[in-house]
Structure formats: structure tokens, C-alpha cells
């Protein structure tokens, strides 16, 4: 099962900042939050991953909060192009350092016009 | 970046018959590799993990012996549907971890696969 909630759906104005939440109330300490993203019938896109920290890239950036029970996607300036399925993960560690992505169903967000 | 690449993009196939979809790590050496399977409006559900030169890791409830996986090299592997079924019909995705680059994993474009 999946570890995280997200919102079935947002919409964004295009040029503004589309700010998608994600729950994560039962991670674990040494469990990272990971964000993709997935256009219509494409493969995956990785955009940024975190485990305490803030991170920033030229994609987007990451807010986690102190407790890591939640995090926050940023993109800073929305454009059409963005317009996906962003799926937030918790990257599981099992036994024998097997690690896992464990996939919800994503926020599907609309960039508009 | 890392690019994964996945042939073919779209195959359409009778039933009963076997299908094989490829997975490439272009630019890096994969020790590891993932196979999914995407239902449509569904979230993306791990098929088995491979790591090259060893026997695959299938999850609960996946058919080895219905879905082949061999992972001969560092940047190839390969998927087979056997004696597939209308029911088989799904977007396969591949993912590869790249060793060096902070263990991430990247994926390939994924396979359409529908079987009549």
C-alpha cells in the first residue's frame, strides 16, 4: 500500500506557482520522499527528491515539513508543459537494503490558460 | 540525464501468442532493474525487480513463468508476455537504477501493449 495521500486533482493558472501536497504520516527516519511526474501515456519523469531538507532544483522545489509527515511540490512558474500526474513516493527500505518505490495514484494537475 | 529506452512503443498481438518488450540504459550501467505494469487511470504497480546476471524478484501475485524477465547485461531487459491474454493488456514501464547517480531511477517511455 501506498504511504502517501495526495489530492485527486488541482488546477494552476499558467505562470503562476502550482503548490501539490502530500501526506506521509507513517514514514520512517531513513525513508525519502520522492516526487514524479507522468504525461499522458509517457513514462515517468523524475523532478526532485528529499529526506529532512528543503531541496531546490531547476525543475522545482521541495518543502518538507519538520515532522516529515507532509511535503509540498513547488514549481515556481506553471506552464502548459506541466500539466500531469504528479505522484508523491516514499522510497521503502526493506530487508537486505531492497528499496522500493511504492506508487499512489497522484495529483493530477491542470495547467490553465 | 540518464535516458531509458524501451522497444517497442506500441505492439498489438493475437491472443495466445508471446510478446517481448526490451528495456535500454543508454547512457549508464544498470545493475538494476524494474518492470511495471499501468492500468489505465491506475497508478503504476511494480512487476519484478532484476538485477543483472541473477534470477528476477517478482511481487505477490505476478507469474513468473507468465512474465519472463531476463537481465543479461548492464543495459539490458527484456520483458515476455507468454501465451498472452486480452486481460494482459496494459502500459508496461521499465525503470533502471543508476549506479553513481545517487541510486535514482529512471524510466523508459513504456510499452502499450494490447492483445486481441
Known amino acids: 500500500d501506498a504511504k502517501t495521500t495526495q489530492p485527486p486533482s488541482m488546477d494552476c493558472a499558467e505562470g503562476r506557482a502550482a503548490n501539490l501536497p502530500c501526506n506521509h504520516s507513517t514514514i520512517s527516519g531513513n525513508e525519502y520522499v520522492y516526487w514524479y511526474r507522468q504525461i499522458h501515456s509517457q513514462g515517468p519523469q523524475y523532478i526532485i527528491h528529499g529526506l529532512k531538507n528543503n531541496e531546490t532544483n531547476e525543475m522545482a522545489s521541495l518543502i518538507i515539513t519538520e515532522d516529515r509527515k507532509s511535503s509540498t511540490l513547488i514549481l515556481p512558474h506553471a506552464t502548459l508543459r506541466d500539466t500531469a500526474v504528479y505522484y508523491c513516493?516514499?522510497?521503502?527500505?526493506?530487508?537486505?537494503?531492497?528499496?522500493?518505490?511504492?506508487w499512489g495514484l497522484g495529483t493530477s494537475l491542470a495547467v490553465n490558460p | 540525464g540518464a535516458v531509458v529506452s524501451q522497444h517497442p512503443s506500441r505492439v498489438i498481438c493475437k491472443s495466445g501468442t508471446s510478446v517481448k518488450i526490451e528495456c535500454r540504459s543508454l547512457d549508464f550501467q544498470a545493475t538494476t532493474m524494474f518492470w511495471y505494469r499501468q492500468f489505465p487511470k491506475k497508478s503504476l504497480m511494480l512487476m519484478a525487480t532484476s538485477n543483472e546476471g541473477s534470477k528476477a524478484t517478482y511481487e505477490q501475485g505476478v507469474e513468473k513463468d507468465k512474465f519472463l524477465i531476463n537481465h543479461a547485461s548492464l543495459t539490458l531487459s527484456t520483458l515476455t508476455v507468454t501465451s498472452a491474454h486480452p486481460e494482459d493488456s496494459s502500459f508496461y514501464i521499465c525503470s533502471a537504477r543508476a549506479t553513481g547517480k545517487n541510486n535514482e531511477q529512471f524510466f523508459g517511455p513504456g510499452t502499450r501493449l494490447t492483445v486481441l
Open positions: 513516493i516514499v522510497r521503502v527500505v526493506y530487508a537486505g537494503n531492497n528499496r522500493k518505490l511504492i
